[in-house]
T-cell receptor, first 112, second 115 residues
Framework: GENVEQHPSTLSVQEGDSAVIKCTYS??????FPWYKQELGKGPQLIID?????GEKKDQRIAVTLNKTAKHFSLHITETQPEDSAVYFC???????????FGGGTRLMVKP | GAVVSQHPSRVICKSGTSVKIECRSL??????MFWYRQFPKQSLMLMAT?????????EQGVEKDKFLINHASLTLSTLTVTSAHPEDSSFYIC???????????FGPGTRLTVL
C-alpha cells in the first residue's frame, strides 16, 4: 500500500521567515495531495491541496509544489506568523474512492 | 462552506458504559465518512470507512463489535464505543468526503476519557 513520509517532524522558525515541509509518497498512482493544519485540541483543517495535473498551487502565504517524477510534494509558508504554529499533516490518495494516507506530521513553531 | 460538526466535543464516562459520537456534514452531502483515532503527538489512525446505507469497512485490528458505526443519511454518521474501557480513551475525529470535488473535511474531534 501507499506510504507517506514527512519531514521534518519539528520545525522552529522566527516570525517572518519561511517554512518548508516535505513529503514523499510511494505509490506512483497517487494523484491527490492535501495538506492539513491541526491546532491543539482541534480537528485537522484542510488548508491547500494539489492534484497531479498541476505542479504548483498558491493561496496567499501558502503554496504547494508537486514533483510526480520524484514522488514528492512540499508545503511552503512565507512570512510566517505566530498563529501559523500548529501540526501540519500531508496526505496522498490514489483515486476518488480511496482513503487518504497521512504523513507523520510536522510540529511548526513560529517564534515571535 | 464544507463544515463538519462533531458532538460531543468532550465526554467523560465510567468504564463499561457506551458512548455515542455524532458526525454531521452541515453544508454538503457526504456519501462517505471516515472515523479516525489520534493518540497524543501522533498522526491520525483510520478506524473505519462508512458509506451511506451500507455497512462500514473496518481497518485491520479495529473491533467492529466494539466500535459500532452507523451512516444512516448523507449528512450523519455515528460512532458508538460500546463497553468503554480506559484504553479506549483517545481523541476521535470524523471526516466527511464531499461528493464531486472529493475533498475530505474533518470534524473538530471528540475527546473521550474513560475512568
Amino acid at each position: 500500500g501507499e506510504n507517506v513520509e514527512q519531514h521534518p517532524s519539528t520545525l522552529s522558525v522566527q516570525e517572518g521567515d519561511s517554512a518548508v515541509i516535505k513529503c514523499t509518497y510511494s505509490d506512483s498512482a497517487s494523484n491527490y495531495f492535501p495538506w492539513y493544519k491541526q491546532e491543539l485540541g482541534k480537528g485537522p483543517q484542510l488548508i491547500i491541496d494539489i492534484r497531479s495535473n498541476v505542479g504548483e498551487k498558491k493561496d496567499q502565504r501558502i503554496a504547494v509544489t508537486l514533483n510526480k517524477t520524484a514522488k514528492h510534494f512540499s508545503l511552503h509558508i512565507t512570512e510566517t506568523q505566530p498563529e501559523d504554529s500548529a501540526v501540519y499533516f500531508c496526505a496522498s490518495r490514489k483515486n476518488a474512492g480511496n482513503m487518504l494516507t497521512f504523513g507523520g506530521g510536522t510540529r511548526l513553531m513560529v517564534k515571535p | 462552506g464544507a463544515v463538519v460538526s462533531q458532538h460531543p466535543s468532550r465526554v467523560i464516562c465510567k468504564s463499561g458504559t457506551s458512548v455515542k459520537i455524532e458526525c454531521r456534514s452541515l453544508d454538503f452531502q457526504a456519501t462517505t465518512m471516515f472515523w479516525y483515532r489520534q493518540f497524543p503527538k501522533q498522526s491520525l489512525m483510520l478506524m473505519a470507512t462508512s458509506n451511506e446505507g451500507s455497512k462500514a469497512t473496518y481497518e485491520q485490528g479495529v473491533e467492529k463489535d466494539k466500535f459500532l458505526i452507523n451512516h444512516a443519511s448523507l449528512t450523519l454518521s455515528t460512532l458508538t464505543v460500546t463497553s468503554a474501557h480506559p484504553e479506549d480513551s483517545s481523541f476521535y475525529i470524523c471526516s466527511a468526503r464531499r461528493d464531486g470535488p472529493n475533498e475530505q473535511f474533518f470534524g473538530p474531534g471528540t475527546r473521550l476519557t474513560v475512568l
